[in-house]
């Protein structure tokens, strides 16, 4: 078997291995580490970062897993560049702190073993459509650069359903363009998205995703309406946080959530919101986190839509844990118990040990 299709052993913790030095170009470290028995398998981490434009492109070992090419003051890097011995066998590159201000359609075409790949950090305002489409990535990281609009479809990679992380957070983004319904590539298997510090004015329209982790932090969204997470039943966790403006949760906003698990509403001191029917259809909730909401006092009937929830954050270092009290006597066939929430300081509750639920 050709030792590229071992590359997934990179992401894997070694059981036994050894790092050692190698000779490499000038200004660059690499570093070997061996896998499998009497050290038969080894994969190469080159570190050229910090050394200027000039470098590329840079010689590397046949057997390298890993380069990373950060704060070059690179501004262009194109399909030739990475097409070298070395390259095409690639599981991660590190492209982050440089000067990109474009990619084209083909810049990582050849990279057909690349698995984690970092822009963070550079000037890109726009993104092809078929920028992934030759690796099987199952992390991108796209934070802090330019851009405004980015399609959907751009994140359909060769992953064969791989579940894919993306970091969009730090951007520009007031605009994502969604998936068409009939388009030749199948849907981008994005299980995790940071869209967090963007111009959002409203929840994108990410339906059919396979979203289990989403971020929103930090945009200025004005509302969560019914229907603005629909097709999303399977994410489980909500981060809302930090919202800028004046935000309003509408009643049933989140009823699309079925599966969710974790919601974040923390650091929204001028959120509104018109009672606990907010909350309606959150049937698996468990975690609450409500600090920093400028909340008095907890909804009526919260409990009585939030049938799975176990603990929620509120004001400052307060948290509320679920109880069920029985009673004194057994209960009565048919009756329900007494479910409460116990308030205290977090402090507190670390010193004394966490509440029995």
Not at 175 to 189: E, Y
Request: aromatic share 6%; glycine share 8%.
């Amino acid at each position: 078997m050709p030792w590229p299709l071992l590359l997934p052993l990179l992401l894997l913790p070694a059981v036994s291995g050894a790092q050692t030095t190698r000779p490499c170009f000038p200004g660059c470290q690499c570093e070997v580490e061996t896998f499998g028995l009497f050290d038969s398998f080894s994969l190469t981490r080159v570190d050229c970062s910090g050394l200027g434009p000039y470098i590329m492109p840079v010689p590397i070992p046949l057997d390298t897993a890993h380069l990373d090419l950060s704060s070059n003051r690179l501004e262009m890097v194109n399909e030739s560049v990475l097409a070298g011995p070395g390259y095409t066998t690639l599981a991660g590159l590190d492209l982050s702190h440089n000067l990109l201000t474009s990619i084209s359609p083909t810049t990582f075409s050849r990279l057909r073993y690349l698995e984690s790949l970092d822009l963070s950090h550079n000037g890109l305002a726009a993104l092809p459509a078929d920028s992934f489409t030759s690796s099987p990535l199952s992390d991108v990281n796209l934070s802090y650069n330019r851009l405004r609009e980015v399609l959907i479809s751009a994140f359909t990679t060769h992953s064969q359903g791989r579940a894919l992380h993306v970091d969009l957070s730090h951007n520009l983004i007031h605009r994502l363009v969604p998936h068409p319904t009939q388009a030749s590539l199948p849907m981008p298997s994005i299980q995790s998205l940071n869209l967090a510090w963007n111009r959002l004015r409203a929840v994108p329209n990410l339906r059919d995703l396979p979203l289990r982790y989403l971020s929103l932090d930090g945009n200025p969204l004005a509302t969560v309406s019914p229907g603005a997470f629909s097709g999303l039943a399977g994410l489980t966790h909500l981060s809302l946080a930090n919202l800028q403006g004046l935000p309003q949760l509408a009643p049933h906003g989140f009823q699309d959530l079925l599966g969710l698990q974790v919601l974040d509403l923390s650091g929204n001191p001028k959120l509104k919101w018109s009672g606990a029917e907010v909350f309606s259809g959150l049937d698996s909730l468990q975690e609450l986190d409500l600090s920093g909401t400028g909340l008095a006092s907890l909804p009526e009937k919260l409990l009585h839509h939030l049938p799975a929830l176990q603990s929620i954050s509120v004001g400052q270092d307060k948290q509320c844990r679920r109880l069920v009290r029985e009673g004194a006597y057994p209960r009565q066939p048919g009756s329900s118990p007494k479910v409460v929430l116990h308030c205290g300081d977090t402090q507190e509750s670390a010193a004394r040990g966490p509440d029995i639920l």
